[in-house]
């Protein structure tokens, strides 16, 4: 979608244009006005415009003047002229501006239509040549390497893709990987101190182990690897398809593992210990397969250098395992912490999708449920200024007297009222905090009704120009233009009213240099001229 800006020093005909035109179905979001040269470079400092439709005579700065700034600080920025004026010497110069299109006053809003129609057009050519550029293509290959080890970071912290994302991934970033394909984790180790090696130096060692490993497994396996947050190196395993999966693929890959452990310390002078895991499906077993993996190092390896262990040579069956969604990213914190709040009920939803399945486990899970989310409530309140009792009162200890008679439905119960809870609390605080802004935006501009400005306004509260717009727009319901012109409009009245005064003196108290301007401004508003208006008193 495009955004467009309209500016000429009639307001009647910006405001007429603004609504005449089908915006959306000519692709456009968003339309802008403007009423002089000078408002229309102030608003392009914080909105990205794509198309200019100027006037060339406006008092103050010309169309063509505009345009010119335009092209100094926007070059991608479309411009097209409307003018009454079909003089040589303004073709001449808007064609020396590289002005996409010259209309002659009156336009109709066909034409107008038509003429912006070919500009899109024209952009969306523009941009498509520029994604085929082969500059786009070498950096984004560039990126590759990188983008395939977030890729495995998202598959082993437990990110889902719908499966249609997940092919386009694979085929996007040129992985040879097979959806459901039987596949191995890798975990390494790496056992050195490297404490004291600089930060260049220890990425070129980590890069060397990636390539060791991957050409040691190369011929037989496809092979995509990353870095976890505990530091340890994960590589993916997969049989490439002319290699057979099952007993005699594992067996492969667990001498092929040993061979780059060998040749790591051979070449590298390092040691490592390395984990294999048990295969699982690619991706829907990533997860679980990593956990597999890391528990290995706490319970078997510990401290020991240069062990290595496969995860099928443990005999030890669990009754219980850890709830996987409950862990799964996005942790109900991470939701939490940016106030997530419908991605926060749909984890809930999926967490106790899965205890329904979880059988005699259930209550033990419901323990770990109840902490999880309390830990959240605490974390979130408690970075707002909150004690916890102040939201939930004593609702918060019903779920601390668990006795033999627990089931499920009391813990989903209370972990849904509390998500409504908190969401209101956030909600409410929220209300607030926009609320007491939008008045100290308000007295500032009544205060500073001369000089006001958007940037102004936006130095004063301490916050970004487009944010102060947006806001205005949402709390207020008019843009920040209008409200400001409404004030200046209404303490002229007042003024009008009150006071002998010249109507230049007037203009002036109410932020207009030029009387011309804020007559016809308030004849626009009112019907009348400020002269007219005080002669009917």
């Known amino acids: ?31 802008y006005k403007a009423y002089s040269g000078e408002e229309a470079l102030e608003l392009l400092n914080y909105r990205s415009v794509d198309i200019v439709v100027t006037d060339i005579h406006m008092n103050g700065m010309t169309g063509l ?26 073709a001449r110069e808007a064609l020396q501006q590289q002005v996409c299109d010259y209309l002659l006053k009156p336009v109709s809003n ?23 550029q082969q500059k786009f293509v070498y950096r984004f290959r560039e990126s590759l390497p990188k983008l395939r080890e977030m890729f495995l970071f998202d598959l082993i912290s437990g990110k889902n893709y719908p499966l249609s994302d997940l092919k386009d991934k694979i085929h996007l970033y040129g992985l040879p990987f097979s959806v459901d394909r039987e596949a191995i984790l890798l975990c390494m180790r790496v056992e050195e101190d490297y404490s004291n090696t600089d930060l260049y130096s220890l990425s070129l060692i980590e890069y060397a182990m990636f390539n060791i490993v991957e050409e040691v ?28 999966s099952g007993k005699d693929s594992s067996a492969s890959i667990e001498d092929l593992a040993r061979l780059s452990q060998h040749q790591i310390k051979l070449y590298l002078k390092s040691k490592v210990s390395i984990v294999l895991s048990n295969s699982g499906g690619f991706p829907k077993d990533i997860m679980p397969m990593y956990h597999s993996a890391l528990s290995i190092y706490t319970d078997y390896i510990g401290y020991q250098t240069e062990s290595f262990f496969h995860v099928a040579q443990t005999k030890e069956v669990f009754d ?39 059988g005699s ?10 902490v999880t989310l309390l830990q959240a409530y605490s974390y979130y309140l408690h970075k707002k200024g909150k004690r916890i009792f102040e939201v939930f009162g004593r609702d918060i200890e019903k779920m601390l007297k668990i006795d033999a008679s627990w089931s499920v439905e009391p813990l989903k119960e209370w ?19 926009r609320s007491d802004l939008m008045e100290r935006i308000r007295r500032f501009i009544q205060n ?68 011309q301007y804020f007559i016809k401004l308030f004849k626009t508003q009112y019907g009348m001229t400020p002269q007219e208006f005080k002669n009917s008193l």
């Open 1 to 31: 979608m495009y955004e467009i800006l309209i500016v000429d020093d009639h307001t009647h005909l910006v405001d007429s244009l603004a609504i005449g035109l089908p915006w959306e179905q000519m692709g456009i979001s968003n339309v």
């Open 217 to 244: 497994f190369t011929n037989k396996f496809n092979v995509m690897y990353c870095k976890d947050s505990h530091d340890y190196l994960i590589f993916l395993v997969q049989p490439n398809q002319a290699e057979p």
């Open 65 to 90: 003047e505009l345009i010119a700034r335009i092209n100094e600080k926007w070059k991608n920025t479309k411009a097209v002229i409307i003018t009454g004026y079909d003089e040589f010497q303004y």
């Open 361 to 370: 486990g259930a209550r033990e899970y419901g323990v770990e449920i109840y």
């Open 415 to 433: 972990a849904f009222g509390s998500y409504v809870q908190i969401k209101a609390y956030s909600d409410r605080r929220s209300d607030n905090i």
């Open 110 to 132: 066909e034409e107008l239509e038509q003429t912006l129609r070919n500009i899109i057009e024209r952009i969306t050519e523009e941009g498509n040549e520029l994604l085929n």
């Open 448 to 515: 500073n009704i001369i000089d006001i400005t958007l940037q102004t306004v936006a130095d004063h509260v301490n916050l970004h120009p487009v944010y102060v717009s947006n806001l205005f727009k949402q709390e207020a319901g008019e843009n920040f233009s209008n409200y400001v012109l409404r004030l200046r409009m209404e303490k002229a009245v007042q003024l009008l009213k009150h006071k002998d005064l010249r109507i230049s003196q007037i203009a002036h108290e109410v932020g207009y240099q030029k009387p």
């Open 320 to 358: 219980i395992q850890p709830l996987a969604e409950l862990y799964r990213s996005q942790t109900f914190m991470e939701l939490i912490d940016f106030e997530q709040w419908t991605a926060f009920e749909s984890k809930l939803n999926r967490i106790f999708d899965e205890l329904e399945g979880a």
